[in-house]
């Protein structure tokens, strides 16, 4: 196999270890390319009996020890690694501690007891590696911090998490397993598998597990039920955002995998869990910002990668809220950028491998990456100037989210029903807007992510229409925001279409009564609300919708109510059309009231007539609600 040499080879030393390397290679070692197994979804490649459990220890760059004890030909070993380049390894080394291990005990120690610490903690690390640049020198940087450490003829990990004042390592340390996952996309014929091959000969000489999928094993999905799923794949067309949906589902199934099984018995241990490390670097945080300014997302979120995801279970039968068999999507390298490691590898002679799709302007990160940020940078007046503006949007970004949020979600907490969105009144707010955005996403389970624009088509109805009272807007994957009155309601197509509600509120007016006023057949109403529910929200249900509650017709005023479903047996409904009835409900927040019922015959009944509560009968001379009412076809 060619694989990409690099040519500018500064240092002496770093020359020699690669010329012995490329010796080596053409002197009898002996590539074993893997055939396409069309119907295998993953190989795992061992080899030992059983995947190596290496300690991962994190000493300080003065006193770095021997990277691993490979078995493998000659390699760049820790003491290595050029001087000047060496920043690349304490990067990672404070991202894996400060920004995954260290918050993940503190999180797992208020909740467990104390015999549950980082002593006996082991973390699965799963290193996404395609076998470019980024991803190889995440791969030789995390490597460089691995020693094997036998314990009782057990080979395992640490990872020294506290530091003292004086700077040193502290002693309390996190057993850890490396593992190394490929996807070979299958796109670029024998440079695909090339990079398979490279990527496996570097885990083959360090005894790390590896683990390859192929994107001709994939079983694509089409159902439309995971078209909206984050992770799903759906039809078996390449590209760039169907392979992402796919490379993190298998990655989690993995992780899940690795995490959870323990003595080839799927268990949950709950001193195990597990994060994914991705090579995203500073310059791809930077793009992402402006890829989600060109997409016009909301200013509380734009902003660049996050270091850790939020935590997701492992755990998939697990109804526990606080299983601590979790794991993360964790990004190391943040703090550095493309140049610090492209000098990195080139200064200690380390091969990878160049994905030629990356040099065309196909993608529109690419094009970002090559054309956009090449003129921001000219225009800004340089590197430093252009990357301080981004570090401004990203921390003034982050602040808004982190008001909006907490305010947000103190609003959500405070409203009557969570599987309602309640409108505070006729004007919405950029509070308001962020907390529908926190609740669309919370009550679709994420499936549902509402852009600005989407955002601003129901604040522009609700502001500039605020007599209609009823409406429907589609937001697009399959999904429509619904007003009742004031509350927003969110209907997925798959729910029936004889489901919609006959009638809807198109306008309600507050006028002053006349006995001479004649109402429009059955579209109009004219009501009166007592003065404690002038504020309460009046929308269309049906009978089945509010319960068999009671209800007081007119002609029994000065009675006692009867129950709903007992007027409709009196008006002789049919007993299959009386959970269908239509009603005029009000409510304060926390239960409905029947306003009015619409008495109808049958289906092709036309003179159909509604009731009035007799608590909501109008007066003369009295303030009133007129009510407009439409009626689907």
Not at 327 to 343: S, V
Not at 540 to 548: E, I, Q, S, T
Not at 571 to 578: A, E, G, S
């Amino acid at each position: 196999m060619s694989y990409y040499l690099l040519s500018r080879l500064r240092p002496l030393r770093a020359s020699a270890i690669l010329f012995t390397n490329i010796v080596s290679a053409f002197s009898g070692f002996h590539w074993q390319h893997p055939p396409h197994h069309l119907s295998l979804q993953r190989q795992l490649v061992h080899h030992q009996d059983v995947p190596c459990y290496v300690s991962m220890q994190f000493p300080s760059i003065h006193t770095r020890a021997l990277s691993c004890a490979a078995t493998g030909r000659d390699r760049i070993v820790a003491n290595d690694f050029a001087s000047q380049n060496v920043q690349i390894i304490p990067a990672v080394r404070s991202s894996l501690r400060d920004d995954l291990i260290r918050p993940h005990i503190d999180t797992i120690s208020t909740t467990k007891t104390s015999e549950c610490s980082q002593d006996i903690t082991t973390v699965v690390l799963l290193l996404a590696v395609s076998g470019g640049s980024d991803s190889v020198a995440l791969f030789h940087a995390v490597t460089a911090l691995l020693r094997k450490t036998n314990d009782d003829s057990t080979q395992h990990t640490s990872i020294s998490l506290n530091l003292d004042n004086d700077g040193t390592d502290g002693s309390k340390e996190v057993k850890c397993e490396l593992h190394v996952a490929h996807f070979n996309h299958e796109q670029r014929g024998d440079n695909s598998d090339g990079d398979e091959a490279f990527v496996q000969r570097l885990c083959a000489e360090r005894d790390i597990p590896f683990h390859k999928y192929f994107w001709s094993d994939e079983e694509f999905s089409s159902s439309k039920d995971e078209r909206n799923d984050e992770n799903a794949v759906s039809g078996n067309s390449f590209t760039q955002d169907i392979a992402r949906k796919w490379r993190r589902r298998k990655l989690r199934d993995l992780l899940s995998d690795l995490v959870l099984q323990t003595n080839n018995n799927t268990m949950c241990d709950s001193n195990r869990w597990g994060a994914i490390l991705t090579a995203h670097h500073g310059d791809d945080s930077d793009e992402t910002i402006l890829l989600k300014l060109l997409r016009g997302s909301h200013l509380s979120n734009l902003r660049g990668m996050e270091a850790r995801s939020e935590k997701f279970d492992l755990a998939t039968d697990s109804s526990s809220s606080s299983s601590t068999c979790v794991g993360y999507f964790a990004k190391p390298m943040l703090q550095l950028r493309k140049n610090d490691i492209t000098k990195f590898l080139e200064s200690n002679a380390l091969e990878w491998r160049e994905d030629e799709s990356n040099a065309t302007n196909k993608y529109k990160r690419n094009k970002v990456r090559k054309e956009l940020i090449p003129l921001m940078r000219e225009l800004a007046g340089g590197e430093q100037a252009l990357q301080k503006r981004f570090n401004n949007i990203d921390q003034q970004s982050r602040a808004i989210s982190k008001d909006l949020k907490e305010r947000a979600t103190s609003y959500l907490a405070s409203m009557p029903s969570q599987s309602e969105f309640w409108l505070p009144g006729d004007e919405v707010d950029i509070l308001c807007e962020e907390a529908f955005y926190i609740w669309a996403s919370k009550v679709t389970d994420r499936k549902l992510q509402l852009s600005y624009d989407q955002i601003n088509r129901i604040k522009f109805q609700v502001e500039n229409y605020p007599g209609k009272l009823q409406w429907t807007i589609d937001v697009g994957d399959f999904w429509r925001v619904q007003r009742n009155g004031n509350v927003l309601t969110l209907v997925h197509e798959t729910e029936s279409i004889s489901d919609s509600l006959p009638w809807y509120i198109v306008e309600t007016k507050h006028v002053l009564f006349d006995v001479n006023d004649q109402l429009e057949s059955d579209t109009e109403l004219i009501i009166k609300l007592p003065p404690k529910m002038e504020s309460s929200s009046l929308s269309m249900k049906r009978v089945k919708d509010v319960g068999n509650i009671r209800f007081l017709p007119q002609w029994r005023k000065g009675r006692s109510p009867i129950k709903i479903k007992e007027l409709l047996r009196g008006q002789k409904i049919p007993l299959h059309l009386r959970d269908e009835t239509s009603v005029l409900c009000i409510s304060d927040g926390s239960e409905d009231q029947i306003v009015a019922v619409y008495i109808q015959q049958s289906d092709e009944d036309t003179n159909g007539k509604w009731i009035i509560h007799s608590d909501f009968e109008p007066t003369r001379g009295n303030s009133v609600t007129r009510i407009t009412l439409g009626k689907h076809d």
